[in-house]
């Protein structure tokens, strides 16, 4: 499985992002995706998850009520909105397939996007 993030750029406190994942193979559907990011001098942290049939989805806190994630796996995407985008937000934010918390935060996965830069700026 490859997975190929894109969607990231430059946008002003207040905006909006959709960030897509692409993923090829063809167990896509039933892979529980998420998204990830890091911010500069950060450890990565947790976004958000989302089950294989995209009926049971997982949020982060610190982004609760302004991103969402979803997937089409007709398209074998799976999609991260951010609206009310503030500093913070600033990452670079990766995609995975099938991540499992280790304890402390941290998280491995079976497989890693290569990443897209978000920077919000104020």
């Known amino acids: 499985v490859q997975l190929q993030a894109s969607g990231g750029g430059l946008v002003q406190v207040g905006g909006s992002l959709r960030l897509s994942c692409a993923a090829s193979g063809r167990t896509f559907s039933r892979s529980v995706m998420g998204w990830f990011r890091q911010a500069s001098g950060k450890e990565r942290e947790f976004v958000a998850t989302i089950s294989g049939s995209g009926t049971s989805t997982y949020v982060a806190n610190s982004v609760k009520g302004r991103f969402t994630i979803s997937r089409d796996n007709a398209k074998n995407t799976v999609y991260l909105q951010m609206n009310s985008l503030k500093p913070e937000d600033t990452a670079v934010y990766y995609c995975?397939?099938?991540?499992?918390?280790?304890?402390?935060?941290?998280?491995?996965?079976?497989?890693w996007g290569q990443g897209t830069q978000v920077t919000v700026s104020s």
């Open positions: 995975a397939a099938d991540p499992l918390p280790k304890g402390g935060g941290s998280y491995s996965a079976s497989y």
